[in-house]
């Protein structure tokens, strides 16, 4: 086996030979894409091409979609590269073109760019010998080797016969059956004439290490003889649930010539529910969806606008903001490292002050525009069919029903026909149903045919905030760039001070709120946006909801804009709000296009209704209301509609860092005078803005406003606290066995249990904890992430079913009672959310809810169950990034593990887990503390955690010292003989 990859020859690899002359690397391996191993030397080849893995995988079609540039033409599935590029069609148009045959693939959707048969990803030209060294390649091609030797070891040799070539499946087993212990039988056996052969040895391990499995393997007899097979009875000694996978080596030596090798079995097992298995597992393989061929030079013949879209009359129009076509073409090629330095070079002003302050993020959002645009790309539509009804034509829509895409009327969508058509036509959508869409199209469109579809991003939101970042202010100095000199107070008001009669009579028990409320009561004009710093649980949005009151009781004349990122949390403000104010006092203005169910209905009478749309009333009615409240990428409305500049007294902005600079801008910038007090509560420490484009977050986009301007002086905790900012920390929420770990984490340790025992103690003693009075759970489940389909989010059945299994325990525990509305499980990903519900509906159980992180920021649970999903056995190729994905961000993990008020539950694979510093540090939090269920941790728990250590390198340096050390004994064995022969004098030479 070659010990360093490098010095292997790629073009030799990929692209069927060396053109190079006096090329010093090595040319005797082969490539096999289908299967991704490299065979070294090169005759190991026949001998994989002819195993029962290969040709299984290439009757399945598992080769890449690439392009080759001779040839121009994409290959069909059922065809290899480099099947192609030797075959004589290749060889005679490379001729004809005068090339060389011996090239590398294309990415189809790229075609500048190759494709790396080995990662399977798409590399810019310019990065392709960068990346045939980059460290990333050489581990995946060095993965390629280990496999093809490991493929090598489970054949059958010197004439012996292992039964269970493609390994010991033992399928999925019931829980009940694994305590039983299963077994399965294995048999060895000679072909007839073979000399006899003794198995020395039978081993088990985990994986490619030296460590116990979880099987066990036994023996009849050792001496194997021509006509009598001897059985090996391997036994599975795992009985919780998850997957399990181990390795069977069997020891032989040939009795004639003393020498050993090795047979390799692999051995798999699922402990678990094969009805969840049934229900669950993946309707097909998952395939990287392609896009639609499209031609971009075709011209565009408009459809009809709905005329819901010119329902309101805007003063103010919104300004185009399209993207610079010399920023979407460098936004086209080169590397991630490339793009940015590029845009920081040639669009970045050097400074960011007040005056470039706009320039900046406009850049930062056509960046993020172009992601969202290139996203929905993964949702084009090949060879669609339209069905006429009357003037609209019906689309059926893939994934609609779960807003993959995200759909609503007046949205627009692009169909071309196949041919010489010559045109784009672009349909308007009138109405969204379940599964479908019914759209517009200009008159002279043809139904009767196929079409390829796209859909097209709506650029209105974030037009609304180019709009926010071009318009002028009198007010950008502190609202933007706040120094010292604009602090909302003086001096910070104790508590005494300024006696206020409280609507939440609560508040007078929480000083830090107490101080809030009456801080934001006082804020002087021209100060910098006040903050209200919110801890999980600490009762920001109580806070901001007794400011405005107060406000509203003291000031009758103030108006007062109370904006949130989202609809829920801008709906949680308006129902706070409505036990006060009547209906002529407070609008909830909702976006048009809003979906009706989804307004609760006691804001029904706060809102404005017409024919199946949300309505804005005319100006001077807007201009009565005391409180207005709005998402803020809405409420540029008031800009838009003509609302003075300054009608507005107050401004508040609810979990203001979930939000993008620009988007909070859109509440802020356009309508704020000199007198205008900014107030924004929220935790830079939660989830901040979701943010597509790694280039943008890059850029600074993924920094929400809040975060940014509390890394000012002004926001100092020495000299702010009081003055510009006031942090809360009574958290209300979790028992302390839940917070103590967050908290010292995230926030020094300040944050004080208060919340109710009668809640917080409530499932003390239940049968779902481990230690019976601590309400925290780590459960240890070895699963596997899968995909399916064209979907590229992940799922794990073995989690989704130990998920149902814990709420069953909870529901089912009549001493500690709890309804399934007071149960949350939060997973990473929608495919697992999806199987999850898809479990609850199967048992009948209701009103769990069960989403992503972002869906319960600013929501509790008396239970949180967290899902973790990520599991893979693969740990020579172990990243935080890639191999955590979502799991491996602070944020979420902060978000997650504090929704819980009463029991808290995290189901994982902790191995993978472990990658990462602040998830290693919170396992061993709870295996310190007795809540550990499942296989014991595969690290030293009592070892203090670096949190800047890079485990996963650690991890995968000692996959790769385990797996050099196994093809070391897979290589040749051992030379018993020569062993014995050691003691044993030379014969002198006469």
Not at 363 to 382: F, G, P
């Amino acid at each position: 086996m070659v010990a360093n990859v490098e010095q292997l020859c790629p073009q030799q690899l990929f692209a069927g030979g060396c053109s190079q002359p006096n090329c010093p690397l090595l040319h005797h391996a082969r490539f096999c894409e289908i299967c991704s191993i490299v065979c070294v030397p090169a005759h190991l080849w026949s001998s994989h091409v002819s195993g029962r893995q290969h040709r299984l995988r290439a009757a399945a079609g598992n080769s890449t979609l690439v392009l080759c540039p001779v040839c121009k033409i994409r290959l069909p599935g059922e065809t290899t590269w480099l099947e192609h590029i030797a075959s004589a069609a290749h060889q005679t148009a490379a001729q004809t073109a005068r090339l060389s045959p011996s090239v590398c693939p294309r990415d189809p959707a790229n075609p500048a760019n190759n494709f790396c048969l080995v990662c399977r990803r798409s590399i810019p030209s310019s990065s392709w010998a960068a990346h045939l060294r980059a460290e990333g390649h050489q581990k995946a091609q060095r993965n390629a080797l280990y496999k093809a030797r490991f493929e090598q070891a489970e054949r059958d040799r010197g004439g012996v016969s292992v039964a269970h070539e493609d390994g010991i499946d033992f399928g999925i087993v019931s829980v009940e059956e694994a305590r039983r212990g299963p077994q399965k039988k294995i048999t060895v056996s000679l072909s007839p004439g073979s000399q006899p052969v003794l198995i020395t040895k039978v081993e088990t391990f985990a994986g490619s290490t030296r460590k116990p499995s979880d099987f066990t393997a036994s023996i009849s007899a050792q001496r194997v003889k021509a006509g009598r097979p001897v059985d090996i009875i391997v036994r599975l000694t795992q009985k919780l649930r998850g997957r399990y996978d181990g390795r069977l080596e069997i020891t032989f030596q040939d009795v004639s010539t003393q020498r050993s090798f090795v047979v390799i079995r692999q051995l798999r097992a699922v402990v678990g529910s094969s009805a969840d298995h049934n229900l669950l597992r993946s309707a097909a393989p998952y395939v990287r969806r392609g896009r639609a061929p499209w031609d971009s030079g075709r011209a565009i013949v408009e459809g009809e606008r709905p005329p819901t879209l010119d329902a309101v009359r805007w003063v103010k129009k919104l300004p185009p903001s399209l993207i610079p076509s010399t920023l979407a073409g460098i936004l086209d090629t080169g590397s991630t490292r490339e793009v940015v330095n590029q845009i920081r070079n040639q669009f970045l002003p050097a400074n960011f002050d007040s005056s470039t302050h706009g320039q900046h993020f406009r850049v930062r959002l056509w960046v993020e525009e172009h992601r969202m645009a290139e996203d929905l790309r993964m949702y084009d539509i090949e060879g669609a069919r339209f069905v006429q009804e009357g003037r609209l034509w019906t689309l059926p829509v893939p994934g609609l029903a779960e807003k993959r895409p995200s759909v609503v009327p007046g949205d627009t969508i692009l169909a071309q026909m196949g041919g010489s058509d010559g045109r784009t036509n672009r349909g308007f959508v009138h109405f969204v149903n379940r599964d479908n869409i019914r759209v517009a199209f200009h008159s002279s469109f043809r139904g009767n045919a196929r079409y390829n579809v796209r859909f097209e991003y709506n650029r209105t939101p974030i037009r609304r905030q180019h709009q926010a970042l071009l318009a002028p202010s009198t007010s950008s100095q502190r609202l933007l760039f706040p120094a010292p000199g604009y602090e909302g107070l003086h001096q910070p008001i104790s508590a005494a001070h300024a006696p206020v009669n409280l609507f939440n009579a609560l508040i007078s028990t929480n000083p830090a709120q107490l101080q809030a409320v009456k801080s934001i009561q006082h804020l002087r004009e021209g100060s910098a946006p006040f903050i209200v710093f919110g801890p999980p649980g600490t009762g920001k949005t109580v806070t901001i909801v007794e400011a405005i009151l107060q406000i509203l009781h003291r000031q009758p004349d103030a108006r007062i804009l109370a904006c949130a990122p989202s609809n829920s949390a801008a709906d949680l403000i308006a129902q706070r709000l409505t036990d006060r104010l009547h209906s002529l006092e407070l609008f909830r203005c909702n976006a048009v296009f809003r979906e009706r169910l989804s307004l609760p209905e006691d804001l029904v009478a706060y809102s404005r209704y017409h024919e199946g749309l949300f309505r804005i009333p005319p100006l001077d009615v807007l201009l009565t209301y005391r409180v207005i409240v709005s998402t803020c990428g809405n409420a540029s409305f008031a800009y838009n509609l003509g609302v003075p500049n300054g009608h507005f007294s107050h401004v508040f902005i609810d979990e203001a860092g979930q939000a993008s600079e620009p988007e909070v801008l859109c509440a802020i910038k356009t309508i704020a005078a000199p007198t205008t007090r900014v107030i924004l509560s929220g935790d830079p420490k939660q989830l901040g803005p979701v943010i597509r484009s790694s280039i943008a977050r890059e850029l600074g986009l993924g920094t929400s406003y809040l975060e940014r301007l509390m890394d000012r002086l002004v926001y100092d905790s020495a000299t702010g606290q009081g003055r510009s900012f006031v942090k809360l920390v009574k958290n209300f929420r979790s028992h302390n066995a839940i917070l103590e770990y967050p908290n010292e984490q995230f926030y020094g340790g300040e944050l004080e249990v208060c919340g109710s025992p009668a809640t917080i103690n409530s499932l003390i003693g239940s049968p779902a904890l481990v230690n019976a009075r601590w309400p925290v759970v780590f459960h240890y489940i070895s699963g596997q992430d899968e995909r399916e389909s064209t979907s590229p989010s992940y799922f794990n059945i073995d989690e989704a079913t130990e998920v149902l299994e814990y709420i069953k325990t909870l529901l089912n525990d009549e001493r500690h009672p709890i309804r399934p509305e007071e149960i949350g499980v939060i997973a990473p990903y929608y495919a697992q959310v999806r199987k999850i519900r898809l479990l609850l509906r199967r048992e009948n159980i209701e009103d769990v809810k069960v989403g992503s992180v972002e869906e319960f920021q600013g929501q509790e649970r008396r239970v949180i169950i967290i899902s973790t999903v990520r599991s893979t056995r693969d740990m020579l190729s172990y990243d935080a990034k890639f191999t955590l994905g979502f799991v491996s961000n602070p944020r979420r993990f902060n978000v997650g593990v504090t929704r819980a008020q009463a029991l808290l539950v995290v189901i994982g694979d902790a191995s993978v887990l472990s990658i990462d510093p602040l998830w290693r540090a919170f396992m061993n939090y709870i295996h310190s503390n007795g809540g550990w269920r499942g296989s014991a941790p595969t690290w030293d728990t009592t070892a203090a955690v670096n949190m800047g250590a890079n485990y996963a390198e650690e991890m995968r340096e000692a996959a790769a010292a385990d797996m050099d050390a196994l093809m070391a004994r897979l290589d040749e064995g051992e030379d018993l003989e020569g062993q014995a022969n050691m003691d044993r004098a030379f014969q002198e030479v006469e």
